[in-house]
């Protein structure tokens, strides 16, 4: 599976982006989808996931109640829709994708294909 992100770019603090994630090479509808960060000098770390077959999600602590992970089957694209921008949300953000689904979903170990990254920088 090939996974294309896209959609990165500069904000001021308090705009929104949307990022979309294309996969391509066969996936299936129990195939999950996630995104992470990783900003400059710091660890990758999980931002929001979508499962396969039943939609259900996952965000972490940091972005609840501002992103919005979501799917369109027909094009086979997942979306991050980012509001309300911070500086601190400045990073390069990496779509990842696995079959099935893991409950240490926010472990970057836990998931198998990764796309490139795609930078955003939020400017105060």
């Known amino acids: 599976v090939q996974l294309q992100a896209s959609g990165g770019g500069l904000v001021q603090a308090g705009g929104s982006l949307r990022l979309s994630c294309a996969a391509s090479?066969?996936?299936?509808?129990?195939?999950?989808t996630g995104w992470f960060r990783q900003a400059p000098g710091k660890e990758r770390e999980f931002v929001a996931a979508?499962?396969?077959?039943?939609?259900?999600?996952r965000y972490a602590d940091a972005v609840k109640g501002r992103f919005t992970i979501s799917r369109d089957r027909a094009k086979n694209t997942v979306y991050l829709q980012m509001n309300n921008l911070k500086p601190e949300d400045t990073a390069v953000y990496h779509c990842?994708?696995?079959?099935?689904?893991?409950?240490?979903?926010?472990?970057?170990?836990?998931?198998?294909?990764w796309g490139q990254g795609t930078l955003v920088t939020v400017s105060s």
């Open positions: 979508i499962r396969g077959g039943d939609s259900n999600t």
């Open positions: 090479g066969g996936t299936s509808r129990y195939y999950s």
């Open positions: 990842t994708g696995r079959g099935g689904w893991s409950v240490q979903y926010y472990r970057h170990s836990q998931w198998d294909d």
